[in-house]
């Protein structure tokens, strides 16, 4: 499981149509689709997903972000790669805040500059095109929330 991850494709990066550009970052860096599905979000699955954050950031955060995904497409997606394409890709996507992201990454060149300050300050969540697994167990976790069809070993 060290050449397997999982990512997704928000909201925000689907309504920019952004897709394309994300998927040529890893494309680039020798990274392959495994298996991906383009789907509407549902509460239950952003729930599943998110709950620890709603569980410690509370009811105003998991109502944003229910706001942010549901009924809204997303593309989860399994890449792979060779050993350590977790911290790879993580390093391909850039830091969680665009306006921090490295130029290079996917945050740093395509976030349009979002921050934390603004989106509080305007009341949503931080647009940030893309989630990446951080760990094997979260991969195998959200991989089986959003492609529950797909064998994670």
Same mark, same amino acid.
């Given at each position: 499981?060290?050449?397997?991850?999982?990512?997704?494709?928000?909201?925000?990066?689907?309504?920019?149509?952004? $897709?394309?550009?994300?998927?040529?970052?890893?494309?680039?860096?020798?990274?392959?689709? #495994? #298996?991906?599905?383009?789907?509407?979000?549902?509460? =239950?699955?952003?729930?599943?997903?998110?709950?620890?954050?709603?569980?410690?950031?509370?009811?105003?955060?998991?109502?944003?972000?229910?706001?942010?995904?549901?009924?809204? @497409?997303?593309?989860?997606?399994?890449?792979?790669? =060779?050993? !350590?394409?977790?911290?790879?890709?993580?390093?391909? $996507?850039?830091? @969680? =805040? &665009?306006?921090?992201?490295?130029?290079?990454?996917?945050?740093?060149?395509?976030?349009? !500059?979002?921050?934390?300050?603004?989106? =509080?300050?305007?009341?949503? $969540?931080?647009?940030?095109?893309?989630?990446?697994?951080?760990? &094997?167990?979260?991969?195998?976790?959200?991989?089986?929330?959003?492609?529950?069809?797909?064998?994670?070993?």
């Amino acid at each position: 499981m060290n050449n397997i991850t999982f990512v997704m494709i928000k909201p925000d990066a689907v309504e920019k149509n952004a $897709v394309y550009a994300i998927m040529r970052y890893f494309y680039d860096n020798g990274i392959s689709v #495994c #298996c991906f599905d383009v789907q509407q979000a549902t509460s =239950e699955r952003v729930t599943l997903h998110y709950g620890e954050h709603f569980e410690r950031l509370g009811q105003d955060f998991a109502n944003r972000m229910l706001e942010l995904f549901v009924g809204k @497409t997303v593309i989860p997606i399994v890449l792979t790669g =060779e050993e !350590g394409i977790i911290a790879k890709v993580r390093g391909i $996507v850039g830091v @969680t =805040e &665009p306006v921090k992201a490295a130029k290079g990454t996917i945050r740093g060149d395509l976030g349009d !500059g979002d921050s934390f300050e603004r989106s =509080e300050r305007e009341n949503r $969540v931080l647009r940030n095109l893309i989630h990446a697994s951080d760990t &094997p167990e979260a991969v195998a976790r959200e991989a089986h929330i959003w492609l529950p069809g797909y064998p994670i070993q």
